[in-house]
C-alpha cells in the first residue's frame, strides 16, 4: 500500500506563490508517475499536473502552464507543484495521486492512489 500527504496549502493574495509537497510512504518505485489534481466548490476534479519518475517528462493542464511547475526528490519519495503567478481562480483543494504504470497521464481513473488534499485559497 502507498500512502500520500499533501502539506504546503494555505492562503496567499493574487500574483503571489505557494510550493506544495506531496511525500509518498510505504512500498514506493521509481517508475511510478505522479499527478497533481484541484477541484474548486461545487465542480469537477481536474487535472493540473503530471510527471513521470523514471522518464522525468512533464504534462500541464492549460489553465496553469506557464504559471505551474512540477518536480521530484526521487531519493525523497517526494513530488511538489510551485505555483506561481496564483490567480483567485486557482482557489481549490490540491490532491496528489500515484500511477505505477510510470506514464504521464491526465485521467483521473488511472491513479491508483490519492493523497488527503490541501486547500490553497487566493484571494482578489
Known amino acids: 500500500q502507498v500512502q500520500l500527504v499533501e502539506s504546503g496549502g494555505g492562503l496567499v493574495q493574487a500574483g503571489g506563490s505557494l510550493r506544495l509537497s506531496c511525500a509518498a510512504s510505504g512500498r514506493t518505485f521509481s517508475s511510478y508517475a505522479m499527478g497533481w489534481f484541484r477541484q474548486a466548490p461545487g465542480k469537477e476534479r481536474e487535472f493540473v499536473a503530471a510527471i513521470s519518475w523514471s522518464g522525468g517528462s512533464t504534462y500541464y493542464a492549460d489553465s496553469v502552464k506557464g504559471r505551474f511547475t512540477i518536480s521530484r526528490d526521487n531519493a525523497k519519495n517526494t513530488v511538489y507543484l510551485q505555483m506561481n503567478s496564483l490567480k483567485p481562480e486557482d482557489t481549490a483543494v490540491y490532491y496528489c495521486?500515484?500511477?505505477?504504470?510510470?506514464?504521464?497521464?491526465?485521467?483521473?481513473?488511472?491513479?491508483?492512489?490519492w493523497g488527503q488534499g490541501t486547500q490553497v485559497t487566493v484571494s482578489s
Open positions: 495521486a500515484a500511477d505505477p504504470g510510470g506514464v504521464v497521464v491526465t485521467t483521473q481513473s488511472v491513479y491508483d492512489y
